[in-house]
């Protein structure tokens, strides 16, 4: 059995910006433990710009990005084990893994931050009526084929989900010479960043149907169309709406969800709203020494703010080793109105504690100016003004736990007009 001070579950953004910050803040045995053949995580995928924005306040690609902390890993004396699968996490620490050229390895760890990020939704989790032809394939699938293998997935498709991979990949297959006839979104708003609504969509005439989904999928051996219809406000079908659309692809991208099957073996507490790992504001979970971060805690619309959250779980996971991190009573973090997650909960009296940095996303329908309400034990003790907020898009919000009184039992935020 080999000793780590901390083992990071994951080689993505999340893992490696969170061993960087692990090993800055003094842990000094620390290893990456990723199953993919390398590092990079879903970047590598992500050919398009956008990335780096916020953190390098630099216009990179997804590779771009992976590789500034590929490169600062490879020079830290981090350890770095690719093609390996881990198959059990206990609450003593103990990580199982597998791989080809070590074989079956048990390795104990001081602390295990946990950074797998998430997966698509596939057609199961829709239950679509239909025929099961070729063609039918989440979005994230059809961006590895052709960024990564070099395949091209179809002439023309339908797309469903107007998250932001839907998005991206309506204009992908656009620029490859596809026709997309249209994205469906069952909300009655997108999902996606509104930058990348206007570049992806609009900039190439690519009709968005909000209230819209895919009712029923035709072919035999290949997809040969789709049926689309409205959807009232209970989501359900409106009889008469139906329109066929012809198509051989259709792209899926209708959320993501953590993978926690490793979390939830050992033990971990899950949190309903995010469906990851509930953490505090340490990002530790339930179980002492286990944190998480990354679209595995909660899915982000911006690989930045992944990076800011992994720097402060590799630090207390770092200080959690020497043994600065003492966990004190809990302040929930509730959404109120038209929040639909909000935060990590609050540890005010913890010895690191300076601040809680909390991302949600906001199910906000419009995008007049929207204040945010902030509410401790029912009292409005802030109020924060931001002059645009959109579904999909996170705000940052910055509480000083110096505000907070420690005995308090509840943090809440809403949106107001």
Do not use: W
């Not at 992500?46 to 306040?57: A, M, P, R, V």
């Not at 080809?100 to 939704?121: F, K, T």
């Amino acid at each position: 059995m080999r000793y780590y001070d901390v083992i990071c579950i994951g080689g993505g953004p999340a893992g490696l910006a969170a061993a960087l910050s692990a090993r800055k803040n003094g842990a000094e045995r620390i290893c990456i433990l990723e199953r993919d053949f390398e590092t990079g995580g879903i970047l590598q995928q992500c050919i398009h710009n956008g990335f780096g924005l916020q953190f390098f306040k630099e216009d990179l690609t997804g590779p771009e990005y992976a590789q500034r902390f590929i490169d600062r890993v490879s020079g830290s004396g981090i350890e770095v084990k690719t093609d390996t699968m881990v198959l059990e996490i206990t609450k003593d620490k103990k990580i199982y893994t597998l791989n080809s050229r070590e074989g079956y390895r048990i390795l104990q760890a001081g602390a295990v931050i946990l950074a797998m990020g998430c997966r698509e939704r596939t057609r199961g989790a829709l239950a679509i009526p239909g025929t099961r032809p070729a063609g039918v394939l989440t979005a994230g699938a059809a961006q590895r084929l052709v960024n990564i293998d070099g395949y091209m997935v179809g002439k023309k498709a339908v797309v469903l989900g107007s998250g932001d991979i839907g998005l991206i990949m309506a204009r992908r297959l656009t620029l490859e010479g596809a026709e997309v006839a249209a994205v469906a979104e069952i909300m009655p708003y997108s999902g996606g960043l509104t930058r990348n609504i206007a570049q992806c969509l609009d900039d190439f005439d690519i009709p968005l149907l909000l209230r819209h989904t895919v009712s029923a999928i035709y072919g035999k051996n290949r997809l040969e169309s789709v049926d689309i219809c409205k959807v009232d406000a209970e989501r359900r079908p409106v009889p008469g709406t139906v329109k066929n659309y012809p198509c051989d692809t259709l792209l899926l991208s209708v959320g993501l969800l953590p993978e926690i099957e490793l979390a939830y073996a050992a033990g971990i507490q899950l949190d309903p709203r995010t469906r990851g790992p509930r953490v505090n504001e340490s990002m530790e979970t339930s179980v002492p020494g286990i944190f998480a971060c990354g679209n595995l805690a909660h899915v982000h619309d911006l690989v930045d703010y992944v990076t800011e959250e992994s720097n402060n779980a590799g630090r207390y996971a770092a200080e959690y080793v020497k043994g600065n991190v003492q966990r004190a009573k809990e302040i929930r973090c509730v959404p109120g109105k038209g929040i639909k997650s909000y935060g990590p909960a609050v540890d005010p009296s913890g010895k690191l504690s300076r601040k809680d940095h909390a991302l949600f996303p906001g199910e906000i329908t419009y995008t007049m100016m929207p204040y945010l309400s902030l509410r401790i034990d029912n009292k409005v003790v802030k109020k924060l003004k931001r002059p645009y907020a959109a579904p999909g898009e996170m705000q940052n919000i910055h509480i000083p736990c110096s505000a907070i009184d420690p005995e308090a039992d509840e943090i809440r935020l809403d949106t107001e007009t």
